[in-house]
């Protein structure tokens, strides 16, 4: 089983949808959890961290369930400007990032 | 601000070449890192480093050296460039602890021929 993963999409939707997107993780003593952006050919950035609460930025919002061992990242009012693929980011017992291979959005008009 | 600058942005070498990638930051991070990112896989670490001085092996350090003698500096040397090495590299910082958010170069796309 991969430490990290994803639905690879793509998710195609149209503008003003709502979207979620699951990631599970392996490792039941992960503390620290983060979804990344990453445009076409572009770096990877850090869209949010992701708290035991939940936590909400905007149209996004994030949540993580511990007894299942899933984050999730639901995006709300979607627009063309939010295609992209999101990185699903665990850290491991040593401290290191893991990354998903990502979930493909295309937002369409 | 300049952040976390890679250069080169691309490079074509050839089998048995040797190239070093080079990667600064302006944010005064102690943590650096090097990765891959392959079609199909996630980001894959190669090497990183705590802080000047101290380096260790990430998940895929085969064929790659590391140094940090300062704590602006992370150069990644390709020793003899394989085919298998083709791939994008990001370099990343973070504050103290890789388990921080990771603030990520623009990469540097490497073919090998």
């Known amino acids: 089983r991969k430490e990290v993963e994803q639905d690879p999409g793509p998710f195609n939707v149209p503008e003003g949808a709502t979207v979620a997107f699951n990631c599970t993780y392996s490792n039941s003593a992960s503390q620290s959890f983060f979804w990344y952006r990453q445009d076409c050919r572009k770096e990877p950035k850090l869209l949010m961290s992701v708290y035991s609460s939940g936590n909400e930025d905007g149209r996004f919002t994030a949540q993580l369930n511990r007894a299942s061992q899933y984050i999730s990242l639901l995006i709300r009012d979607s627009k063309l400007s939010d295609s992209a693929t999101y990185l699903c980011v665990v850290n491991t017992l040593t401290d290191k990032l893991i990354f998903g291979t990502g979930t493909r959005l295309q937002v369409f008009p | ?113």
């Open chain 2, 1 to 113: 601000n300049a952040g976390v600058t890679q250069t080169p942005k691309f490079q074509v070498l050839k089998t048995g070449q040797s190239m070093t990638l080079q990667c600064a930051q302006d944010m005064n991070h102690e943590y650096m890192s090097w990765y891959r990112q392959d079609p199909g896989m996630g980001l894959r670490l190669i090497h990183y480093s705590v802080g000047a001085g101290i380096t260790d092996q990430g998940e895929v350090p085969n064929g790659y050296n590391v140094s940090r003698s300062t704590t602006e500096d992370f150069p990644l040397r390709l020793l003899s460039a394989a085919p298998s090495q083709t791939s994008v590299y990001f370099c990343a910082s973070s504050y103290k602890r890789q388990g921080q958010p990771q603030h990520f170069g623009d990469g540097t796309r490497l073919s090998i021929l």
